[in-house]
């Protein structure tokens, strides 16, 4: 109980949301609260999350989901990036604002960035608005005179020049899709620790507030700010000269750096790493947050599963007029205080069942690489069953067919049921742990020539290689078995059994799986390879034909 008068405090703990959830760019309609986040080479592609607390966000709507855009042959980590998320009050439109990442070889990064507008959060959406092709991450700045700014990097590839390039704003007439005037360069970076990105701009007592992330997207990771009279600057920096918002404090110096892991950043003594990448929002009740990314390496790793996650940090203005977090640090928390006199709704949950009873399955289903079209996956055929029909390889960066969710946790459990009769090698069905088309374990059904009939094997892709990691096959006679991954810490253990209610049989013990990680994809030390996350998926594979498919029972993931 409270004494009367005083309100109990609350406390919102980060990450809030698990699991990969990057860039969040965060809103606020009336008392409702809106995170879009990127997706990468994922589709459906935006990721929407829903919240009334700050604390608990619910996954509610995907943006492109219809076809919108082509991300076949994306390499890790091109696709979508970087969504902004902004509303026009005064026509009371939703906006978006992405960048469509096509290619990054050479470091001649090609990025078409687009717009679209909705009367509701959960549309329809727009047909797509060309902005630019001049850099990536792009914003919206819906001025109170009702002019509208884009922001945007513009991605330097000249020899010479301090990369990765200049913060550029530009005046857009979002009605006749045009934009006036000239790119505008106002800023390299409020900091030393160069690498600025993703320009956001906001206004506040007669100030232009320009908030970018800077440092990379690894361990040096942070939030700069920087203001002006006048939206084209010049723009004053913040007067600490450092990042307002980071995991790592300490003084770092890396202009011209065009992005890196710095893993020499990795501060020992937090459990939050790579806090950077931040949105501000103020609240029904007029006090501020930022919406920030972050990662937890696993212990005594630099490694981070689970991606970059979603997490907020209560700001504050001083005296003065400048941004900064609540108790006058630059260090990002893992607990902060929540809205005065809001109470936190029931902890969300972030397990996944489905028993595909139902014609639409669950919102969580994602897909590499490719649409969900019915005509690979379904419900319909078979009423009670996720039908998948098999298609390409894994490694495949086309067409593979598989259903996958966002891990969210460091333990848990993941459980389905498959049935399938394959009646040749090349055709697969079963479950696993995916980060890309050349990392991901997956146990299986298939098809052996030796005994004729169905047997259980389990394949690693490890950095593109692959690897059997069975000696013997398990025969399945009757073509359906249950199959159990625990996930524990980097770890995976796999069981199976041929009766429904029968106990488990060890199938694979003690795999390591830790590589599945943004930083183990990539086989380069000191560098990230990746900027996603582990996914638990299930799926088919069809090289022989293309006219095998499984019928899965149920999903379930359970976190610890």
């Known amino acids: 109980m409270t004494m009367k008068g005083i309100r109990e405090m609350t406390i919102i ?22 995170i879009a986040t990127s997706t990468f080479h994922w589709n459906p592609g935006i990721q929407i999350f829903k919240s009334t607390d700050l604390a608990n966000w619910e996954l509610i709507d995907f943006v492109l989901k219809e076809g919108e855009v082509n991300l076949r042959g994306t390499y890790t980590p091109a696709g979508i990036w970087a969504p902004h998320l902004s509303y026009d009050a005064s026509t009371k439109k939703y906006w978006l604002a992405y960048s469509h990442m096509t290619n990054m070889a050479g470091r001649e990064f090609n990025a078409d960035s687009y717009a679209i507008w909705a009367d509701n959060i959960n549309g329809p959406w727009s047909e797509p608005l060309y902005l630019t092709s001049i850099g990536f991450d792009p914003a919206i700045f819906h001025d109170e005179d009702g002019r509208h700014y ?24 979002l009605d006749k899709g045009k934009m006036m005037g000239t790119w505008q360069r106002v800023t390299q970076g409020f900091t030393s620790r160069g690498c600025a990105e993703a320009p956001q701009i906001y206004k506040h007592n007669g100030y232009y507030y320009l908030i970018i992330a800077a440092g990379g997207t690894g361990y040096a990771h942070g939030v ?3 203001r002006s009279t006048d939206i084209f600057g010049p723009y004053e920096p913040h ?26 950043m990795y501060n020992p003594t937090s459990k939050m790493q790579k806090a950077g990448h931040g949105s501000l929002v103020q609240t029904h009740t007029g006090e501020w947050y930022i919406a920030h990314l972050m990662s937890r390496p696993l212990e005594g790793t630099l490694l981070n599963p689970l991606g970059r996650e979603t997490s907020i940090q209560k700001m504050k203005w001083s005296q003065d007029g400048w941004l900064e977090m609540e108790d006058g640090s630059n260090l990002a928390k893992m607990e902060v205080k929540g809205m005065e006199g809001v109470q936190l709704s029931s902890p969300a949950s972030h397990d996944v069942f489905d028993h595909f009873d139902d ?14 079209e019915a005509g690979w996956v379904n419900t319909m055929e078979r009423p009670g069953y996720l039908r998948i029909y098999g298609e390409n390889s894994l490694f495949s960066q086309v067409n593979p067919a598989l259903m996958a969710t966002r891990a969210t ?80 810490s980097g770890i995976a253990d796999i ?32 560098e990230i390879g990746g900027f996603t996350g582990l996914f638990n998926f299930i799926g088919s594979v069809d090289a022989h034909q293309h006219d095998s498919y499984a019928d899965f029972d149920f999903y379930s993931v359970k976190n610890d």
């Open 409 to 488: 946790s460091f333990h848990y459990e993941f459980q389905t049921r498959v049935q399938f009769a394959p009646d040749h090698y090349s055709e697969t069905a079963g479950m696993g742990l995916y980060y890309d088309s050349n990392n991901w374990l997956y146990a299986h059904l298939t098809y052996s020539e030796l005994s004729h009939g169905t047997v259980l094997n389990v394949l690693q892709a490890k950095l593109g290689n692959r690897n059997e990691l069975l000696q013997e096959t398990i025969p399945v006679p009757e073509n359906v078995i249950d199959l159990k991954l625990i996930y524990n």
């Open 495 to 526: 069981f199976y059994r041929l009766e429904k209610d029968g106990p488990w049989q060890v199938l694979a013990k003690t795999i390591d799986a830790a590589y599945l990680s943004d930083e183990g994809v990539n086989g380069q030390p000191g």
């Open 13 to 34: 703990n980060n990450p809030v949301i698990p699991g990969m959830a990057p860039d969040p760019s965060i809103i606020r309609v009336d008392d409702e609260y809106y």
């Open 224 to 226: 700069e700010i920087g």
């Open 239 to 264: 007067p600490s000269k450092e990042p307002i918002i980071t995991s790592s404090p300490r003084h770092l110096f890396s202009l011209g750096d065009p992005d890196a892991g710095h893993f020499e």
């Open 359 to 372: 014609a639409i399955y669950c919102v969580q289903f994602m897909t590499p690489y490719r649409n969900q």
């Open 150 to 173: 884009i922001s945007i990097l513009e991605w330097e590839t000249r020899q010479g020049y301090q990369a990765p390039g200049h913060i550029v704003i530009a005046e857009f007439d």
